[in-house]
């Protein structure tokens, strides 16, 4: 593998983004849950009112991970970048593709002046559980995940 090139993502590359979040959803077991249609994917990071920014890995020229984030903001600690999604398509997983992407992550939150990265990660996901150990994450077990669906 050559040319690897981590970048910000581009509106032309939305497309490739929603393939690899439905590998994603695949992965951890939930292909039916996403619902997001291009246009509203694509009007949310790159309209006039963006709410998501993204790094894409690409290897030969092809887009093959990506790390979508977006601001969170805390009232006891200011704002932080809330990473939503990691993910490097199966082909390229153990290449390095997701440490390039997450060191990427640390510096646009430093140069933002964000005080942390915050994240969820799935408790089977064993590989992904090692890989955020190994930036000496902190996990929580205290707190337990909540949502409504508006229809």
């Not at 998501?52 to 020229?61: K, L, Q, R, T």
């Not at 290449?95 to 994240?119: M, P, Q």
Request: proline residues 3%; contains cysteine; hydrophobic residues 45%.
């Amino acid at each position: 593998m050559n040319n690897i090139i981590i970048r910000k993502a581009e509106k032309e590359d939305c497309s490739r983004l929603l393939e690899l979040v439905g590998e994603l959803a695949v992965y951890e077991r939930a292909p039916d849950e996403v619902t997001v249609s291009l246009t509203h994917f694509t009007e949310s990071g790159f309209g006039p009112h963006p709410v998501w920014w993204a790094f894409v890995a690409e290897a030969d020229g092809v887009v093959q991970g990506f790390a979508l984030y977006y601001i969170r903001y805390s009232t006891w600690k200011g704002q932080r970048m809330y990473l939503e999604d990691l993910l490097v398509t199966e082909s390229h997983r153990r290449l390095g593709l997701g440490g390039l992407l997450f060191d990427r992550l640390i510096v646009e939150a430093k140069e933002k002046g964000f005080n942390a990265i915050v994240w969820q990660v799935l408790e089977w996901n064993q590989p992904a559980i090692d890989f955020y150990k190994k930036y000496g994450a902190n996990f929580d077990a205290e707190w337990v995940n909540c949502s409504i669906e508006i229809t």
